[in-house]
């Protein structure tokens, strides 16, 4: 053994953490009951591990006492003990897990904890719920004794600067055998959560259903098991509240706010499981993650295996809950998980049944399917991409902001389809506003079709695949062409235009292709436009321009040529038939037609100081 390993070790915290215990000791928190939902919670944790360990090393468990939850309030020191007999941490583990915050998302917690007014909701999202300790207490001291380890640590910190690690006492070694002791020395002002009505008081609101007892050990009496410990998805849904519901929500996914969706059922068959799932109203810090990882717990009998067994597509990551299986092994591993035929058929069931309660939800209770959908919407489009199993009914589920109003359904739009119109029509891009004003709704508008205005960045993709919905293809306003002839127009106030002289059709695009050269790809005459001179779409065959531009932000694709389409009614068209060929008067319209394409659709002109030039000189001579 090293000195260093014997010797009393002090080590700053990390920046993160600092700032972190800063904001918690400055009661950025009204409602300080959570620090205790959250100790509890990690003990819960920390008996799972072990249980789940013990199936590979049942030495692990030993002849002690069955895994535990303790608390030990003493008003004489004024200190509350949190203990637990489950997996422990070893000196290492002590240093990573309490002195670092090593999950993504720390820093993005710490900006919303200062704009918050209370931040009561932040800290289940963010997965730092040790450091909600500080809140309460002055001096925090962890003993742990690893699962199978003879050496005991200590860890202490007053949420200053930093933390000391040193090897326990021979008392506080005796006292702990297995598993991990955390004894808060509370401030002044907490000396209330040393009674034993507040302690089950919290215990009762958040922490009822852990699978583990967990006990009140007062000062005076003996100790007493304050929760019920069972596993509440096994029982009848004839049994349960709402409130029992809610509490197991929030127990379940360190949650504040109530569930927006409740699932629970048990399957019975060729494979029997209990599933208890629920859909958050509010978005959580990680959801849009680049491993989009699930929060789906798997149990077997009972018994904790892992939140890591992808038990849902990731277009349903933000559901929580738990799927408790009757008849997996108990030592699968995660690599077994993966390729599991029995896992892959509850996978597959378990997805089938959330997407048909979404439906159900969204038929029978609109105000809470809005509450999901505004979280959520943009990760259950995902699906559309992905799920071509159930992507008519995820179509059906989605509901889009369009050219006529908000949350509207692909059903509604169909039935409001004009005369003759056989699409669905859209236009993707980067935000409402921009697309509301864009020039290639003009002759969708003046015949009052109703054009879906889709601005999340996964619409780029969904709609980059061959779509249909009840027989009706979905058809971009940006790509390919577009005739709208057989529809008629709602709106006149574009028939004066039809009066305006035309710019000869074949001699104007000539023109303007030999003034551009190779920054477009064609020329051509624009049946979108009634009232704008240009804009940009692309080929038909390739990807859209939304897409292209979010792929080149990742480095990801060749920028292609776009196709230029004009207004041939249009003055400043006209304008370039009437001026002489190759002059620099052409050069400049023909540029000007191209660049304000460009800034409509929300880019800059390739050379932003020559378009300046260019229209200083346009105008100059306009004024001349």
Request: with cysteine; hydrophobic share 40%.
């Amino acid at each position: 053994m090293t000195t260093s390993d014997t010797a009393v070790h002090t080590q700053p915290f990390q920046a993160e953490v600092s700032e972190l215990l800063h904001l918690m000791v400055h009661s950025v928190y009204s409602e300080t009951d959570i620090f205790l939902r959250e100790l509890v919670s990690n003990a819960s944790d920390a008996c799972d591990k072990l249980r789940y360990e013990a199936i590979a090393s049942p030495a692990l468990l030993g002849e002690g006492d069955a895994l535990k939850i303790r608390i030990i309030p003493n008003k004489q020191a004024a200190t509350l003990t949190i203990a637990d007999n489950g997996i422990g941490m070893e000196r290492q583990e002590l240093i990573d897990h309490l002195g670092t915050i090593a999950r993504s998302g720390t820093k993005a917690f710490v900006s919303k904890l200062k704009e918050a007014k209370d931040g009561l909701g932040l800290i289940g999202q963010f997965g730092v719920g040790f450091y909600s300790a500080f809140m309460v207490a002055e001096k925090i001291v962890v003993v742990s004794r690893r699962a199978g380890e003879s050496d005991v640590w200590t860890w202490t910190s007053s949420g200053g600067s930093g933390f000391e690690i040193a090897r326990a006492s021979d008392e506080e070694a005796t006292r702990v055998a297995r598993g991990t002791e955390i004894v808060l020395h509370l401030k002044d002002d907490a000396k209330k959560y040393l009674e034993a009505y507040e302690i089950e008081r919290i215990v009762g609101a958040y922490s009822d259903n852990i699978l583990f007892p967990i006990e009140l050990v007062p000062e005076e009496g003996e100790p007493r098991q304050i929760n019920s410990a069972s596993a509440l998805w096994q029982r009848s849904k004839s049994e349960l509240t709402a409130e029992d519901y809610k509490k197991a929500y929030q127990q379940i996914a360190s949650a504040f706010d109530d569930p927006a969706m409740t699932l629970h059922y048990r399957a019975e068959g060729r494979y029997s499981y209990a599933v208890l799932l629920f859909a958050p109203a509010t978005k959580p810090f990680d959801l849009f993650e680049p491993n989009r990882k699930g929060r789906v717990k798997l149990y077997v009998r009972r018994v904790f295996i892992t939140d890591d067994a992808d038990l849902l597509p990731g277009y349903l990551r933000f559901i929580r809950g738990v799927v408790d299986s009757e008849d997996l092994p108990l030592n699968i591993s995660r690599e077994m998980l993966q390729n599991n035929p029995q896992l892959a058929q509850i996978r597959k069931a378990v997805a089938t049944r959330v997407v048909s309660e979404l439906e159900s939800l969204a038929e029978k209770d609109p105000e809470n399917f809005a509450r999901i959908w505004d979280a959520f919407g943009a990760v259950l489009k995902e699906g559309i991409y992905e799920d071509f199993e159930r992507r008519e009914k995820l179509l059906a589920l989605s509901r889009f902001t369009t050219t006529s109003g908000e949350k509207r359904s692909l059903k509604q739009v169909i039935a409001d389809f004009k005369p003759n119109q056989t699409e669905i029509y859209y236009l993707v891009g980067d935000s409402i506003e921009r697309l509301k004003s864009n020039p290639r709704l003009e002759a969708a508008t003046a015949r009052g079709i109703e054009v879906l205005l889709l601005s999340d960045p996964v619409d780029a993709f969904w709609t980059s695949m061959p779509s249909e919905f009840e027989g009706k293809p979905l058809k971009s306003l940006s790509q390919g062409d577009l005739n709208l002839d057989l529809i008629p127009r709602v709106d006149d106030k574009d028939e004066a235009n039809k009066e305006e002289p035309a710019a000869d059709e074949g001699a104007t695009i000539a023109v303007i292709k030999a003034a551009l050269g190779e920054r477009v790809s064609d020329v051509k005459a624009s049946t979108r436009l009634t009232s704008s001179a240009s804009c940009l779409v692309a080929d038909s065959q390739g990807p859209s321009r939304e897409l292209e531009r979010i792929l080149a932000q990742q480095n990801r694709a060749m920028k292609t040529k776009p196709i230029l389409e004009i207004n041939l009614r249009h003055p400043l068209v006209t304008a370039i038939t009437k001026a002489q060929a190759g002059s620099k008067v052409v050069d400049d319209l023909s540029l000007l037609l191209l660049e304000q394409a460009q800034i409509l659709d929300g880019e800059l002109p390739e050379d932003p100081a020559a378009f300046a030039a260019r229209l200083n000189r346009l105008v100059l001579q306009g004024l001349g």
